[in-house]
C-alpha cells in the first residue's frame, strides 16, 4: 500500500493540470476577449510549462528507479508534486521566473538521485538524458497539428499559444542538453569522464546555469541560439510569426505587435 500511496499522481499536479485546460479553453474560445485573452494565454503557456517541468523531473526519477535507485519512490518524485523535489525552488520557481522575465524555456534543477545505486556508466548517462528527451517529446506533441497539418479550425490565439509553448520546449531540451556541469548534457557524458577530470570540473556545477543565462544575454550568442531554435520548430510547422506572436501574447504587460494582437482576438 505505502508503494501504491508513494507512486500515485498528486493532487497538486492533478491541480495544475485542471488550471492549465480551463486557461486552454478560455483561450481556446477566446473567452472574455481582449485582455483576458491575454491573461489566458500567460495563464495556458506558464501552466503548461510547470507541467513539463513536473513531466522532466518525473523522467529523471522514474528512469532512476528502473536503473536501480527505488529511494526515489519513497521522496515522493513519482507523484508529479513539485512540493516534492529536494530543490522546489530551482525546479519550479527559478525556470518560471525565467519564463515571464526573459520569455526562454531555461531549465532548474534535478531531483536527487542516489546515483551509487546505480551501476553502470549508460544507466547513468539514460538517468540524466530522460529530462531533455521528456522536453523534446513534449514539443512534438505541441506541435503535432502544425505538421499533422491539422491546424483547421483551431483559434490563432490558441495556435500562437501552441506555437510558444513549444518554442519553450525546444529551448529547455536544447539547453539542458549543453555538456555544462549543472545541467543534464554534463550528466550524460561526466560518467565516462576521468576522476581527476569529474573532480576538476565539481565546483563549477552550482554556476552553470547561471553562466548559460548571462550567455543568452550576448545578442550575438542568443541570436545564433534562437535561429537554431527556429530552424527546429520550422522543421516541425511552426513559423518564427507563430511563435513570436504567442510570446507577444504572453507578455500582456508588454505593448503587443498590432498584427498578432488583431489575428488573435485581443484588439479589434
Known sequence: MAVAVSRRISPVFLGIAAATAAAGWAVWSRAG?????????????????????????????????????????????????????????????????????????????????????????????????????????????????????ALDGVPPGFRFALAFTALLQVTAAALNALPVPGLDGYGVVEPWLSERARRRVEPFAPYGLLAVFVLLLAPEVNGVFFGLVDGVLGALGVTGAESSCGRDLYRFWRETDPACAFLSGVTG
Open 33 to 149: 476577449g481582449g485582455i483576458g485573452l491575454a491573461v489566458a494565454v500567460f495563464l495556458f503557456v506558464t501552466g503548461a510549462w510547470v507541467v513539463s517541468l513536473c513531466l522532466h523531473e518525473y523522467a529523471h526519477a522514474r528512469t532512476a528507479l528502473h536503473c536501480g535507485d527505488r529511494s526515489v519512490a519513497a521522496k515522493g518524485y513519482l507523484t508529479l508534486n513539485p512540493l516534492r523535489y529536494t530543490h522546489a525552488v530551482l525546479s519550479v520557481l527559478l525556470p518560471v521566473l525565467f519564463l515571464v522575465t526573459g520569455g526562454i524555456g531555461l531549465p532548474g534543477g534535478a531531483v536527487f538521485v542516489e546515483r551509487h545505486r546505480i551501476r553502470g556508466r549508460w544507466r547513468h548517462s539514460l538517468v540524466s538524458a530522460a529530462g531533455p528527451l521528456t522536453n523534446a517529446l513534449f514539443a512534438l506533441v505541441c506541435t503535432a497539428p502544425f505538421w499533422l497539418g
